[in-house]
């Protein structure tokens, strides 16, 4: 039941990162509905080096335009969403005197601008905290608990806005996203079948 439900995860993760990649890229290169017209050749009175002039677009195009921004909208705030709902359940699920960030604060990240320093504390936090229940039960099996892939997913995130690399920068950010909601859920899943240990160190 503890693989099905991992293989489960893993592909709704898969599923939403592939809607995110149709948004982004179709974001990128929108329905040019105002292009344009191009001069007809055979009208000698055109003049070649004068600018024609754009026209305006229509409030049907206009609205088609709000509704294709308005879906690419949505759908990156339900995966962002989505992830914050997982992220926040990793941290209830330990005791509250090994976490090193409370649930709630992991909704910061719907902050613009804002989220892109956010995700380096909420992406490191959270395996530093499973790192102190672990290591509170002698139990250094589980490494660094996602920290390292924590780290990059958030600096792949931010080469994702530079345009030479953006594009393989979000693909790494999406598989390093994945790996790190299932690493962790399976971890959650440890603490929650493990109970809860004897207070320790906290790092």
């Not at 017209?37 to 677009?57: A, I, K, L, S, W």
């Not at 996602?146 to 345009?163: D, F, K, N, T």
């Amino acid at each position: 039941m503890h693989r099905r439900a991992l293989r489960a995860m893993g592909t709704v993760l898969l599923g939403l990162a592939g809607l995110f990649t149709f948004a982004v890229a179709s974001a990128v290169q929108p329905p040019e509905l105002f292009a344009q017209q191009p001069d007809d050749p055979f009208d000698f009175n055109n003049d070649p080096f004068e600018m024609g002039e754009q026209r305006q677009p229509s409030p049907a195009e206009l609205m088609f335009v709000l509704f294709f921004y308005g879906i690419i909208i949505a759908v990156s705030l339900g995966i962002t969403i989505f992830i914050i709902i997982l992220l926040s359940g990793l941290l209830k699920a330990l005791p509250q005197e090994y976490r090193l960030m409370e649930p709630g604060m992991v909704w910061l990240m719907l902050i613009p601008c804002f989220n892109i320093i956010w995700i380096f504390f909420v992406f490191v936090r959270i395996p530093k905290s499973y790192q102190n229940y672990f290591r509170a039960r002698g139990d250094y099996s589980v490494g660094d608990c996602g920290e390292s892939i924590g780290l990059w997913y958030a600096i792949c995130v931010v080469l994702s806005m530079i345009p030479c690399v953006g594009a393989i920068a979000g693909i790494a950010a999406l598989i390093l996203l994945i790996v790190f909601l299932v690493k962790l859920h399976g971890l959650k899943g440890q603490v929650q079948q493990g109970g809860k240990p004897t207070p320790g160190v906290q790092f």
